[in-house]
């Protein structure tokens, strides 16, 4: 065990040979030490070997700016990564598809596209993710240039997201 680590030789030396479900558990480890840098150097590791989970945090990580700058840009395209692929049925992971989505349709500097924003809550949404059903029937529900609301879409997708206790999709239907 390296003493200024506390992380197992043998996992350092798995680690070391590209091993990406070892390198994000080191990245886990300094982060919940808080030593932010060290993690997403490790991060990085297991991203760029094409750890869907470490490519959503590390999208996370530049999204909030940890260990470095707010930086939208990084964010988007490691979550496009990890979107692209991983843990769910339909090939994806399902929580970068959602935080994708709702960055193109709600931050100005990301220059907001509608329809990949709606495409990637939709793929979310359809493996089960309540957040993503949530924001899908915000958006329905709101009317915008040349498109009324569609207030039976927003329902449908409130009412799948309150079935797996989404408290604001449950309120949105008692509204």
Known sequence: MTRETSIPDPLAGRAASGDTLAQEWIADHFRDQGLAEQAISWYR???VGNSASAQY???WACFHGRGGPIDY???MHWWRKAAAQGRAAAGGHTRAQHELGTLLLRDPAAKPDTSEAL???ERAAAEGHAPSQHALGEWHAQSRPGRDADLDAARHWWRRA???GHAGAEQRLRD
């Open 162 to 164: 309150a079935l797996q």
């Open 119 to 121: 495409r990637w809550l």
């Open 45 to 47: 590791r297991a991203a």
């Open 57 to 59: 945090k590390l999208g």
């Open 73 to 75: 840009k990084r964010a």
